[in-house]
Each structure stands twice: as C-alpha cells, then as structure tokens.
C-alpha cells in the first residue's frame, strides 16, 4: 500500500500565511483577495488547457468569476 501523507493538526494556511499574503498587499485585504482570486483563474486556465475534453467527458467545472464594471 502506498504510504500516505502525514497529517498534522495545523491548518494550511496558517494566520501566518494569511497575515504575508495581506502584508504583501500592503494591508489591504480587498486587494489580496482580487490577486489570489485572479492567480485561481490563471490556474484554471492553464488546467482547461491541459486535460484533453474527451478524457474527462467534459466534466470539469467552469469558473466563471464575476467582472467589475
């Protein structure tokens, strides 16, 4: 049997991780949320493009993310 990965009880991500991630952003939360929610579509974007449709019988979900006018 292949060995499983270890858990832990601590969360990913920490309040550390949250914490850089705003810092980052210099404090402002609004502005790290927009980052990493468009890093998400860039990695869907990137798996669409990877998998073939006929593999997955086109049963992988889009993300579809609301623009600001």
Known sequence: MPDEPEQTDE???TDDDV???IAEFGGDA???VRALLHDISIFAGDF???VSHG???GGIPKLVLR???
């Open 11 to 13: 969360a990913f991500p």
């Open 19 to 21: 914490d850089a991630v």
């Open 30 to 32: 609004r502005e790290a």
């Open 48 to 50: 669409e493009a990877s």
């Open 55 to 57: 593999f997955v019988r």
């Open 67 to 69: 623009r600001r006018a």
